[in-house]
């Protein structure tokens, strides 16, 4: 069964979902001569303490995670900065603009390490090797640029189906990367030896997000035909397919091995438990297009950032509590 074809039987009953409020919401407002910044790029640390993020002003920001207080601004690209990523140590942030660069920071000092050669193109998503060492990075074109974090150097450019890709994804283990666009198809790299390991087709739409499940087991995609692929790459694994309509998905983030949140053009975010094929919370409280999520190791917290110009901070292991409101530096609460 093709995963287009592994439509889900109950795709028509309506089950009420829990719904749950963000416990913080920081705004990104505006400071008066300039509008607020929409956000397309979110990283938390395993520890879930501090949050990087980034948006269309052209800035990176760093949060602590639990007063709301920015903690640094980071400063440097010349235009949108649309992926922001944390090393797996949380000592280093990566950025990736539409400047065609990619630069790497200080997460205490707000220091710029080093900046990229210019790149082919606009930079769309970057993601971190588990080893800290390597950055996988794909944007408008046809090409995954591999990265040294030490030097900042090009070390690698592998061909990809595709000349608009928007997602790439490192496994766990750091044996696996998945990259995906345009095309609707995502193509599967052996990271140790750099060989092609497969194309995985999907629905010929574009793919927007990838997330591999902690054990590596799992690879979800989503994107514009409102629907969650997820391949089990285990031998003998079954594919499935969940309906996300009428919504276009824009992020995906695995909460544990077989729990996922879905973020998109519906302003909600969806968790999905996966054996049942059942949303289990529903997330309320932006107001536009959810773009980015990233959660801490445990998978109980979970962050988003939207087109709204806000970042929210969810517990997911708690009872609705009114949220507390941050506000930015340069704008006012709402």
């Given amino acids: 069964m093709t995963a287009c074809a592994a439509w889900i039987a109950a795709a028509n009953m309506?089950?009420?979902?829990?719904?749950?409020e963000p416990t913080r919401v920081i705004e990104w407002?505006?400071?008066g001569q300039h509008a607020p910044?929409?956000?397309t790029g979110v990283a938390l640390s395993a520890d879930g303490n501090t949050i990087a993020a980034a948006s269309d002003d052209h800035a990176v920001r760093i949060w602590d995670a639990n007063t709301g207080e920015l903690r640094t601004q980071l400063v440097g690209h010349r235009d949108w900065v649309r992926s922001v990523a944390l090393s797996p140590d949380g000592q280093t942030i990566a950025s990736g603009s539409n400047d065609h660069t990619i630069c790497l920071w200080n997460t205490t000092t707000g220091e710029r390490l080093l900046q990229s050669p210019v790149m082919r193109s606009a930079i769309a998503a970057i993601s971190f090797h588990p080893n800290g060492q390597q950055l996988g990075a794909v944007g408008y074109g046809d090409r995954l640029a591999i990265i040294n974090t030490s030097s900042g150097q090009l070390t690698q450019e592998l061909d990809c189906p595709s000349d608009d890709l928007r997602a790439v994804a490192f496994s766990s283990d750091g044996e696996r990367m998945a990259v995906a666009g345009r095309n609707g198809q995502i193509r599967?790299?052996?990271?140790t030896t750099g060989a092609l390991e497969?194309?995985?087709p999907t629905c010929r739409q574009r793919i927007r997000a990838l997330a591999f499940s902690p054990d590596g087991k799992r690879l979800a995609s989503a994107g514009d035909d409102v629907m969650i692929h997820v391949v089990d790459l285990a031998a003998g694994g079954q594919d499935v397919s969940l309906p996300v309509r009428p919504c276009k998905v824009y992020a995906v983030v695995f909460l544990d091995d077989g729990t996922l949140a879905v973020g998109g053009s519906d302003n909600r975010i969806h968790?999905?438990?996966l054996a049942a094929h059942t949303v289990t919370k529903e997330l309320v409280g932006h107001t536009g297009s959810v773009a980015a999520l990233a959660?801490?190791?445990?998978?109980?917290?979970?962050?988003?950032?939207s087109y709204d110009t806000t970042l929210r901070i969810w517990n997911l292991n708690t009872?609705?509590?009114p949220p507390s409101v941050a506000r930015s530096p340069d704008g006012a609460v709402r």
């Fill in 198 to 200: 497969r194309d995985i």
């Fill in 29 to 31: 407002g505006a400071d």
């Fill in 14 to 20: 309506v089950v009420a979902a829990p719904t749950i």
């Fill in 295 to 305: 959660c801490d190791q445990s998978g109980s917290t979970l962050v988003s950032g």
């Fill in 271 to 273: 968790v999905w438990n």
């Fill in 188 to 191: 599967l790299w052996n990271v």
């Fill in 319 to 321: 009872e609705n509590t």
């Fill in 37 to 39: 910044s929409v956000i």
